[in-house]
C-alpha cells in the first residue's frame, strides 16, 4: 500500500511539472535576444575598438617612419610648415602635404640675402595661405616669386632687419594679366633650356620686369596684352645700361656685368620682335585665306548665273 501512494506521489509531481512547462510556454513573455546576444554584441564593440586602436597605432607609426625628402625640407624651409600635421590636415580631396608640395616642388635656394628673402616669403605665404590650401593662387606665380624674391624686395634695407616684403602692386599685375599670359610672356623673353619645363631665367627677366613696372607705376589694363608694356621696360633698361656703359672707362667687373645686362635685354627685345612679326604675317596670311575663300564664292556664284543665262 506504501508503495501504491509513493508511485502515485510521484505521478502527481511530474503531472504538475508538465502543466508548469506547459504554462510557461503559453505565458510567459518571449525572451529578449538582444540580452541573450548582449555577450556577442560587447565582443563586437570591443574588436571594434581594438582595430581602431590598431589604426591609430599605424598611422602614428606611419608618421614615425615618414622619412622627408628634399621637397619636404623646401616646406619646412620656405613655409616654415610642420610635415606631420600637412600629412593629417586635409584640404579638399588632398592633404595639405600634397598641396604645398605641388607649390614647393620648383623653389630655389636663395643665393644672397637669404634671411630678408626668407622673412619677405613668409610674409607672402601667410597673406596668402589660404588661397594656398584651396590651390586658388597658380603655383607658377608662388614659383616665380619665391625663386626670385631677391628681385622684388632690392632696396628695402631701408625697412629695418627682416623688414622687407612684397609688395602688393605685384599680385595686382599677375591677376591682370592671368597666369595663361604670363607664360606666354615668360616663354617669349627666354627660350626654355631648363629640365623640367620651367623657364629660369625667362621667369628672372619677367620678375625684373615687374618690379620695374611696380616701382615705376606701369600700369597693366585688364585683359590687354601684357606684351606691349613688357618691351617698353626692357627699353628703358636698356637705355641705362647704354647711359652706365658710356660713363664707364674702365674694363672691370662693373663694366662686364653691364655688357651682360645689355645682351640680355637686347636677347629679348629680339625675341619680341621675332613674335610680333610672326604674328603679323599669320594674320596676313589669315586675311588672305578668308579673302580666297570670297573670291571662289563670287566665281561660283558668276558661272551659275552664266549658265542659266
Known sequence: MKEFWKNEWKLFLEDINSIKKLFLKIFNRKPDYLMLDSSDVNDANQNTQNEQ??????????????????????????????????????????????????????????????????????????????????????????????????????????????????????????????????????????????????????????AEVVTYMVDNGIKLEKDKSMLEPVKYVLEEKLNDVHSNLRNHEDWNDEYQTLLSQERKYLYALNRIEQYETEQRISEFEQKLTENCDIDIDNTNVNSVEINNN
Not at 147 to 176: M, P, Y
Open 53 to 206: 586602436q590598431v589604426q591609430n597605432i599605424e598611422q602614428v607609426n606611419d608618421v614615425k617612419q615618414y622619412e622627408p625628402d628634399a621637397i619636404d625640407h623646401k616646406l619646412t624651409a620656405y613655409f616654415g610648415e610642420d610635415i606631420a600635421e600637412l600629412r593629417q590636415n586635409i584640404s579638399g580631396e588632398k592633404t595639405q602635404h600634397e598641396v604645398l608640395r605641388e607649390y614647393a616642388q620648383f623653389f630655389k635656394p636663395y643665393g644672397e640675402s637669404s634671411e630678408m628673402c626668407n622673412s619677405a616669403f613668409r610674409k607672402y605665404y601667410d597673406r596668402h595661405a589660404l588661397k594656398i590650401a584651396t590651390e586658388e593662387l597658380p603655383v607658377e606665380q608662388a614659383r616665380i616669386i619665391q625663386n626670385n624674391v631677391d628681385i622684388f624686395i632690392k632696396g628695402q634695407e631701408v625697412f629695418g632687419e627682416n623688414g622687407q616684403f612684397i609688395d602688393s602692386r605685384v599680385d595686382t599685375i599677375f591677376e591682370k594679366a592671368g597666369i595663361d599670359q604670363v607664360e606666354k610672356v615668360v616663354n617669349i623673353l627666354h627660350d626654355n633650356t631648363e629640365q623640367g619645363g620651367v623657364n629660369t631665367q625667362g621667369e628672372r627677366l619677367f
